[in-house]
T-cell receptor, first 114, second 113 residues
Framework: GAVVSQHPSRVICKSGTSVKIECRSLDFQATTMFWYRQFPKQSLMLMATSNEGSKATYEQGVEKDKFLINHASLTLSTLTVTSAHPEDSSFYIC??????????FGDGTRLSIL | DAKTTQPPSMDCAEGRAANLPCNHSTISGNEYVYWYRQIHSQGPQYIIHGLKNNETNEMASLIITEDRKSSTLILPHATLRDTAVYYCIVRVGSSSNTGKLIFGQGTTLQVKP
């Protein structure tokens, strides 16, 4: 089946640091990628949708200057959390889709800001 | 996209069938029903999806009522590893590039020995 790889799986860093998370589709070309955030004991919340070569579309309430998304190729999207603060600590999950199959998810990145 | 309603939690005995219901009474004609599950601290895993007809794959069966206002996910022989949060989502399109997966609260299925 389709595989989506996310890296790193865990990040611990100091407040004010920028953190980059990578999402790769390993065996298909992802025309659309999605970024979600999940706080403890809550459901996944969609942050943004990105199509290859286009600017990401952010959901209401998500700061585009805070969460930079780049979808430069059909197999790679990156999420950069800029100047991260403790309230940005969360579980970030990417997913990818092409025109022939359902959306598949990575295993998530647990971000902890001290 | 249409909203779905699921019970917050269910228990199931190991080896028995787990039947997870989902109501989607406002579903539109072009919206598919998707099921995902999330095991603790992992990303969601795709299970199955359908439009009108019942569907079956190696993981589960999906039964959609004739009026499409509700569906049931069936895990035929639940194991302890099936303990997870199960999400029922309706979305426009099957494999097109339209539509987003919007997650509700899901059903926490606890499979007990």
């Amino acid at each position: 089946g389709a595989v989506v790889s996310q890296h790193p799986s865990r990040v611990i860093c100091k407040s004010g640091t920028s953190v980059k998370i990578e999402c790769r589709s390993l065996d298909f070309q992802a025309t659309t990628m999605f970024w979600y955030r999940q706080f403890p004991k809550q459901s996944l919340m969609l942050m943004a949708t990105s199509n290859e070569g286009s600017k990401a579309t952010y959901e209401q309430g998500v700061e585009k200057d805070k969460f930079l998304i780049n979808h430069a190729s059909l197999t790679l999207s990156t999420l950069t959390v800029t100047s991260a603060h403790p309230e940005d600590s969360s579980f970030y999950i990417c997913s990818a889709r092409d025109s022939s199959q359902p959306q598949h998810f990575g295993d998530g990145t647990r971000l902890s800001i001290l | 996209d249409a909203k779905t309603t699921q019970p917050p939690s269910m228990d199931c005995a190991e080896g028995r069938a787990a039947n997870l219901p989902c109501n989607h009474s406002t579903i539109s004609g072009n919206e598919y029903v998707y099921w995902y599950r999330q095991i603790h601290s992992q990303g969601p895993q795709y299970i199955i999806h359908g439009l009108k007809n019942n569907e079956t794959n190696e993981m589960a069966s999906l039964i959609i009522t004739e009026d499409r206002k509700s569906s049931t996910l069936i895990l035929p022989h639940a194991t302890l590893r099936d303990t997870a949060v199960y999400y029922c989502i309706v979305r426009v399109g099957s494999s097109s590039n339209t539509g987003k997966l919007i997650f509700g609260q899901g059903t926490t299925l606890q499979v007990k020995p």
